[in-house]
């Protein structure tokens, strides 16, 4: 099955995207940052809240190429509900086959997809797939598609039907895109560890 994900819509739109402003108390580049040793946390437009559910899933397979990759969805919402209220997500990919286990995922922060890590070894394209942070009761929402951000994502190794892991997400306040204008008034980030439940269904 092959998927067309998001993150090419990205590459054919760049020029929506502003320079985005240095945030004030996260990295310029998170991607190449310690995450920090705390429980997660994540912050929406500067709403913050706890994840009580998190879960990882398998999205199915793509092909790019000869290349096979299996594609994965790392959920954080603030109830056990797909339209819980607040909710960030994180798509990456591996070769078809490959564990998660011990692996360690980045996004730069620049928009050429080009430019980002790759599993592929003729590159162009990326490791992670997409980004995204919705706080549905504000209609606010921030994704890859319209906004730069870094992120560094590590797997611990899987425990019966949970997986342990670190992340930092940073998206930086500030950006405008072709839609809105008006520059974001907060940074949105999610910075922490966690243990995601493998949802097999």
Same mark, same amino acid.
């Given at each position: 099955?092959?998927i067309?994900l998001?993150?090419?819509?990205?590459?054919?739109?760049?020029t929506?995207?502003s320079?985005?402003v240095p945030?004030?108390?996260?990295?310029?580049?998170?991607s190449?940052?310690?995450?920090?040793?705390?429980?997660?946390?994540i912050?929406i437009?500067?709403?913050?809240?706890?994840?009580?559910s998190?879960?990882?899933?398998?999205?199915?397979?793509?092909?790019?190429?000869d290349?096979?990759?299996?594609?994965?969805?790392?959920?954080?919402r603030?109830?056990?509900?797909?339209?819980a209220?607040?909710?960030?997500?994180v798509a990456?990919i591996? /070769?078809? &086959?490959? *564990?998660?286990? #011990? $692996?360690v995922?980045?996004?730069? +922060?620049v928009?050429? !997809?080009?430019k980002q890590?790759?599993?592929?070894?003729t590159g162009?394209?990326p490791?992670v797939?997409?980004?995204?942070?919705?706080?549905?009761?504000a209609k606010?929402d921030?994704?890859?598609?319209?906004y730069?951000?870094?992120?560094?994502l590590?797997?611990g190794? /899987?425990? &019966?039907? *949970?997986?342990? #892991? $670190?992340?930092?997400?940073?998206v +930086?306040?500030?950006? !405008?895109?072709?839609f809105?204008?008006t520059?974001?008034?907060?940074e949105?980030?999610?910075?922490?560890?966690f243990t995601?439940?493998?949802?097999k269904?």
């Amino acid at each position: 099955m092959r998927i067309a994900l998001p993150i090419f819509i990205a590459a054919g739109i760049a020029t929506i995207f502003s320079a985005p402003v240095p945030g004030q108390g996260l990295p310029a580049d998170c991607s190449k940052a310690t995450v920090p040793a705390q429980p997660l946390e994540i912050s929406i437009l500067g709403t913050k809240f706890a994840p009580r559910s998190i879960k990882l899933r398998s999205a199915g397979a793509m092909t790019s190429g000869d290349d096979q990759f299996d594609t994965y969805h790392l959920t954080f919402r603030n109830d056990d509900d797909i339209f819980a209220p607040l909710e960030a997500e994180v798509a990456v990919i591996v /070769r078809k &086959g490959q *564990s998660l286990d #011990g $692996k360690v995922f980045r996004k730069l +922060p620049v928009k050429e !997809t080009s430019k980002q890590p790759s599993p592929s070894a003729t590159g162009g394209l990326p490791e992670v797939q997409g980004w995204s942070v919705k706080n549905r009761d504000a209609k606010t929402d921030q994704s890859h598609v319209t906004y730069i951000a870094s992120l560094r994502l590590e797997f611990g190794k /899987r425990q &019966g039907d *949970s997986i342990g #892991g $670190k992340i930092y997400l940073c998206v +930086p306040k500030g950006q !405008t895109t072709i839609f809105d204008k008006t520059p974001s008034p907060a940074e949105s980030s999610a910075v922490g560890t966690f243990t995601a439940k493998i949802d097999k269904n």
